[in-house]
């Protein structure tokens, strides 16, 4: 069973709509991510969050929002889908008590199409 | 401003060969480095970590290499595996960031029979 899973795996909306894609993780780790990715930038950071507590932006958090609902979920919002913001989009866990902090862990991804 | 830069988009090599993959980076705070592994519709998986003490790391038939003054690190493939091709990702953290990541924009790797 996979340890972080992410909910759709695909999804096609059109602009203006709003859409959430969820995250959970059954490895118990404290810190969760948000990354898109995009053909030829890399993953980039949206939010990040180091306990249920704690929300951070990352660097290109504009036009999204989360919400950590539990130690083991965290939900990535588009309140209104845009064009560029189609991407694919990933969810990722760490924990600094094991292993190294900088080790993330990510889920298999949501392909997002908004039209 | 790309903090991390891989500059080669796409790597081609024979199955038994050396990979030796690039990546640059800018910023002189960063003091770990690790490189990620993507096949296709699965999400980034951790290969290999390097930190700033040190300017190799070895696991296997993967090493890394780390050179502090260029501000340049290779990931080294020995040897080459058709099961290797796959994109790869560096990444790069400061120790002052908590663990956040940044990536460099990641190397497609072909590993030909």
């Known amino acids: 069973d996979a340890d972080v899973t992410q909910t759709p795996r695909n999804r096609i909306t059109k602009t203006g709509k709003r859409i959430m894609l969820e995250c959970s993780q059954t490895?118990?780790?404290?810190?969760m991510y948000w990354y898109r990715q995009d053909p030829g930038l890399g993953l980039r950071l949206i939010y990040y969050?180091?306990?249920?507590?704690?929300?951070n932006k990352g660097e290109i958090s504009d036009g999204y929002s989360v919400s950590r609902q539990a130690q083991a979920k965290f939900s990535l919002s588009l309140e209104s889908a845009i064009p560029n913001q189609t991407a694919l989009y990933f969810c990722?866990?760490?924990?600094?008590?094991?292993?190294?902090?900088?080790?993330?862990?990510f889920g298999p991804g949501t392909r997002l199409l908004v039209l | 401003d790309q903090q991390v830069k891989q500059n080669s988009p796409s790597l081609s090599v024979q199955e038994g060969r050396i990979s030796i993959l690039n990546c640059d980076y800018t910023?002189?705070?960063?003091?770990?480095f690790l490189w990620y592994k993507k096949y296709p519709a699965e999400g980034p998986t951790f290969l290999i970590s390097?930190?700033?003490?040190?300017d190799k790391n070895e696991d296997g038939r993967f090493t890394v290499f780390l050179n502090k003054s260029a501000k340049h690190l290779s990931l080294h493939i020995v040897p080459s595996q058709p099961g290797d091709s796959a994109v790869y990702f560096c990444?790069?953290?400061?120790?002052?960031?908590?663990?956040?990541?940044?990536f460099g924009q990641g190397t497609e790797l072909s590993v030909k029979p």
């Open positions: 990722a866990t760490s924990d600094p008590r094991v292993g190294h902090q900088e080790t993330q862990y």
């Open positions: 490895k118990g780790h404290d810190r």
């Open positions: 969050s180091f306990d249920v507590k704690d929300i």
């Open positions: 910023n002189s705070m960063f003091d770990y």
């Open positions: 390097i930190s700033s003490i040190k």
């Open positions: 990444a790069a953290s400061a120790n002052n960031q908590g663990g956040k990541l940044i």
